[in-house]
Structure formats: C-alpha cells, structure tokens
Nanobody, 122 residues
C-alpha cells in the first residue's frame, strides 16, 4: 500500500516562496506518476501539476512559470517549488500517485496524502 505524506506548507506573504514535499513509502518497485492538487475553501479540488513516470510534466495555466514539480527518486520524495505566490494560491495542497495515470483528473489517482495548508496573505 502506497502512503503519501505532505509537508512544507505554511503562511507566507504575496510574492514569497514555499517548497512542499511529499514523502512516499510502500512502493513495490514500479514507477508511479505523481501530481499535486489543491483545494480552496468552498471550491473543488483542482489539479496543479503532474510528473509522469518518464519525466514529462504538465502545469495548470494558473501556476505556469511560478511552480515547479520535481522528484528525488533516491529519497522517494516529490517536491513542489512555489514562487511568486499569490493570495489565490491559498489552499490545502495534496499529493497524489497512480501507477498509470498522469494528468489533472482527481478521480483517476489511486493514492492520496492528507494535505498541507498553504496560506498567502496580501
């Protein structure tokens, strides 16, 4: 059973940066695609970025040029570097993994973390 644990969230002023981490465990040795999602109060969970098993990435238009997804395979850790943060980036951020799917559809991911809160003040 794959387990995902996010960390690195916090409060920051607009224009600041944060780096989120997602520690993965329980892998069986196969490759997984992974993604970051976020959910603001009263809104649906939305896909932010993904990294597939061969290194292809995708970014939502709202974060393109500001956020960067990366992975350290030796540490089984997924990262999300967030720069030039805006108040509208405030949300709970979730890490997700799937053995096959890579994209923005939350229903297609099999494994989820419990989230880490990011709050950006103006």
């Amino acid at each position: 059973q794959v387990q995902l644990v996010e960390s690195g969230g916090g409060s920051v002023q607009a224009g600041g940066s944060l780096r989120l981490s997602c520690q993965a465990s329980g892998y069986t040795g196969r490759s997984y695609s992974m993604g970051w999602f976020r959910q603001a109060p009263g809104k649906e969970r939305e896909g932010v970025t993904f990294l597939d098993s061969v290194g292809n990435t995708g970014y939502a238009d709202s974060v393109k040029g500001r956020f960067t997804i990366s992975k350290d395979n030796a540490r089984s850790t997924l990262y999300l570097q967030m720069n030039s943060l805006k108040p509208e980036d405030t949300a709970m951020y979730y890490c997700a993994a799937d053995p096959i799917y890579a994209g923005y559809s939350r229903s297609r991911y099999t494994y989820w973390g419990r989230g880490t809160q990011v709050t950006v003040s103006s």
